[in-house]
């Protein structure tokens, strides 16, 4: 396969990443406009947001599989570099599954903590209607505990 085509190939799977992503997210918001109330909002808007972010990842590993499957020489750069991807799509769903167990332990009654593949930025929303100091402080800590991460790129929201 020339250098051309590896390109294109893997253009293309980046494209329908992204077109999978957008579909996605516009399909579960359009579904979960008519709520009945406000707890079932903030429900779905927890629910619908990890099984947005589970089915993203579920793709993204699956194309990263489908690099690692190809056989032969020429594909080895892109084979370590799939591989290295994958790792670090794990690391960031392992951290993101802690912290939230965490903060749950903690007594916040939802919490959905999403952190980028590279590990560098980490945001947090919180189901409550306003956060104390204390309460941003103790949420701030657990993640300083168990990610070394700077300040500047830690969020945390409530909803």
Avoid: H, W
């Avoid at 699956?62 to 892109?78: F, H, R, S, T, V």
């Avoid at 939802?110 to 947090?124: E, G, H, P, Y």
């Amino acid at each position: 396969m020339s250098k051309g085509k590896k390109i294109a190939l893997i253009v293309s799977m980046v494209a329908v990443l992204v077109v999978a992503a957008v579909l996605n997210v516009t399909l579960l918001s359009t579904k979960n406009n008519k709520p009945t109330d406000a707890d079932a909002v903030q429900t779905s808007f927890f629910a619908s947001s990890r099984l947005d972010r589970q089915t993203t990842r579920d793709y993204e590993i699956a194309e990263l599989n489908q690099i690692l499957a190809m056989e032969g020489d020429e594909y080895a750069e892109a084979r370590q570099n799939a591989l290295a991807k994958k790792q670090q799509i794990v690391d960031a769903m392992e951290t993101e599954m802690l912290l939230e167990t965490l903060l749950k332990a903690q007594g916040f009654a939802d919490v959905l903590v999403t952190v980028n593949a590279s590990m560098d930025n980490i945001s947090v929303i919180v189901d409550s209607d306003e956060l104390t100091r204390q309460d941003t402080v103790k949420i701030y800590n657990i993640i300083a505990t168990e990610v070394a991460i700077d300040p500047d790129y830690v969020r945390i929201l409530c909803v």
